[in-house]
């Protein structure tokens, strides 16, 4: 990995946002029209286009879900339980009650908390499989007490889903499991078919095609946000192990090419270490040939003069996930503003927080941890005011109601109000 020593100009480390070449755009757009146009048919079409399978049906069957059960190792299911257990105990925490408050004039405000009717949720396929995915986007809407929950992921060439993605929809009760990815599973879940209805809000991580549709499709149904490639920092000092660093950076690495691992330090005996760690390691890394490239091209070591500049420069990166791996990290958690989630201490790897501990893996990325948050519960409610005005509150302020109204040149407004004092 390379070694720089950061210069103060923190910005320079951030990555810029893809947003698709102009043949990919156009290229999702043509099939969300086709979708839109043509049903069931164009997910079959793109399924033996893009997918390399002809399907002959594009719903999970329940006999194929008792075969993934057949198929996975007790052991594994036994793991899927406990980890949605954990995600389930911690987004019970972020649920929001609807409320209503008076004031002594009759005046009643509130508001009232609504599950959102139909979500979709997208599972990518790949180069990998994803129960997790599964698991972190499922139990939040569930939590919300969203009641249609759809799932829709890529097939095999087989025309299969993975087991682990469909064990885990069964133990969550998700009934409705459907065979489509890419541009065309996001426009299904957007407009419908004859098979697949329609959903009010999609959410779950794809391609760049997956990116681009829901892009699209945003506004005529909500979206939780649109995922670039996965990142980690690290942020150490010299107590921490160079190898579980390089590992920790690797873990990032194999996800994606596209994949950015970055180590920033105060120590420059740490980040040698750590780059010599991270070359040994991923010499019998399986998919090395996909966390090579990502190494190389987006594997940085920052070495900073102090580590209030290593927090300076993490604060300006706003990782999607960030680990604390210094002598006390919880002194260091107040200092750190834009994080997606934050892991503090040696036991408390990333993957720690992929699979099992409970929040949730579905974060910001390319610096919007800035503005934005993880996936939760309120993604899936909706709020709504409530307003209500007693006589005697409405003569109060009826007259200050209609000069507000004139002010803005708006004298139906005015008028409105002025009808009723009459």
């Not at 019970?92 to 009650?97: A, D, F, I, L």
């Amino acid at each position: 990995m390379r070694i720089e020593r950061l210069s103060g100009n923190f910005a320079s480390l951030k990555r810029s946002i893809d947003s698709g070449t102009e043949t990919q755009r156009e290229a999702a757009k043509n099939i969300i029209a086709d979708v839109k146009q043509k049903g069931d048919a164009a997910l079959f079409a793109y399924a033996e286009k893009f997918d390399s399978v002809r399907l002959s049906s594009l719903k999970v069957t329940e006999a194929e879900v008792e075969a993934a059960y057949q198929e996975l190792d007790q052991e594994l299911v036994e793991v899927i339980r406990e980890a949605a257990e954990n995600i389930r105990f911690f987004h019970e925490k972020q649920k929001r009650e609807s409320w209503i408050t008076y004031k002594e004039d009759g005046t009643m405000l509130g508001q009232k908390i609504t599950p959102l009717d139909a979500v979709g949720v997208y599972v990518p396929g790949g180069t990998a499989a994803y129960p997790s995915s599964v698991l972190m986007n499922v139990i939040p809407a569930q939590t919300a007490g969203v009641k249609r929950i759809v799932l829709i992921s890529p097939p095999n060439r087989e025309g299969a889903l993975p087991t682990g993605v469909l064990v885990a929809a069964k133990e969550l009760g998700i009934e409705e499991i459907y065979k489509s990815g890419g541009a065309q599973a996001v426009a299904a879940l957007a407009y419908g078919t004859e098979t697949i209805k329609p959903v009010d809000k999609i959410v779950g991580p794809g391609n760049i095609y997956v990116a681009l549709a829901k892009r699209e499709v945003f506004g005529d149904v909500d979206i939780d946000m649109i995922a670039g490639p996965s990142e980690i920092v690290v942020l150490a000092d010299q107590t921490a192990k160079a190898n579980e660093v390089a590992a920790d950076l690797l873990s990032q690495a194999e996800h994606d090419v596209l994949a950015s691992s970055v180590l920033v330090t105060d120590s420059m005996e740490l980040a040698e270490a750590v780059s010599a760690e991270v070359t040994r390691q991923l010499e019998t890394l399986p998919r090395k040939e996909i966390a090579g490239p990502s190494i190389d091209q987006y594997g940085f070591i920052y070495v900073a003069e102090s580590l209030d500049e290593a927090i300076n420069a993490v604060n300006e990166l706003a990782p999607e996930h960030l680990e604390v791996l210094t002598e006390n990290p919880m002194e260091l958690l107040n200092s750190i503003r834009h994080a997606g989630a934050i892991f503090l201490g040696r036991y408390s790897s990333e993957p720690v927080g992929d699979y099992f501990a409970g929040p949730n893996h579905v974060l910001p990325t390319n610096g919007t941890a800035r503005f934005s948050s993880p996936l939760n519960v309120d993604d899936f409610v909706k709020k709504s005011s409530i307003i209500s005005y007693s006589e005697k509150a409405f003569q109060n302020s009826a007259h200050k109601i209609a000069a507000f109204a004139r002010l803005e040149g708006l004298e139906a407004h005015a008028r409105a109000i002025e009808e009723r004092l009459k």
